[in-house]
């Protein structure tokens, strides 16, 4: 029974992780693009705080010997509700939570793709613009013809005309 507690206060954790983890997925679909890294920075500590608290799930489900094989199908949601003993039914329906969050974050990370891959066009075109700019082709010219501040395009600046 306390296994089964803690557990339970551990997924909760782990959901309350993954909620935190949908609202920055969530923020990356609108916001700027110079916060883009910022939020994929977030997520991966996140996702770094999860792989903590199924390391402490794993140690607590192995503790747990008489039930250990039943706990792991009621974490990993690979049986019925109904075919669990009663006390470990909290621990799938805690599990069940965190499927649901990470089932809306599977759905949401296609369009985070697509909506990166836009900005990597954008950019891209916007680089290609500038490159084929007047400004652009004339700084080309602008070093191999010598001309800069240090090299006077006239040797002779001092000569009168």
């Given at each position: ?20 983890y ?12 110079d ?32 039930q ?14 109904q075919e669990?003993?009663?006390?470990v ?56 013809t ?16």
């Amino acid at each position: 029974m306390e296994t089964t507690n803690e557990l339970c206060r551990i997924l909760t954790q782990k959901r309350e992780v993954f909620v935190r983890y949908e609202n920055e997925t969530a923020a990356l679909l609108t916001c700027p693009i110079d916060d883009i890294e910022q939020h994929m920075k977030a997520r991966q500590q996140l996702a770094d705080e999860v792989d903590g608290l199924d390391v402490h799930i794993a140690q607590l489900t192995q503790k747990s010997k008489e039930q250990q094989k039943e706990l792991e199908l009621a974490i990993k949601n690979l049986c019925a509700r109904q075919e669990l003993s009663p006390e470990v039914q909290n621990v799938f329906d805690a599990s069940q939570q965190i499927f649901a969050v990470i089932h809306r974050i599977q759905r949401m990370e296609t369009n985070v793709q697509e909506r990166i891959q836009y900005e990597q066009k954008m950019l891209l075109e916007k680089i290609k613009q500038l490159n084929r700019s007047t400004t652009a082709k004339a700084s080309k010219y602008y070093g191999k013809t010598g001309i800069s501040e240090t090299n006077n395009f006239f040797p002779f600046h001092s000569k009168k005309a």
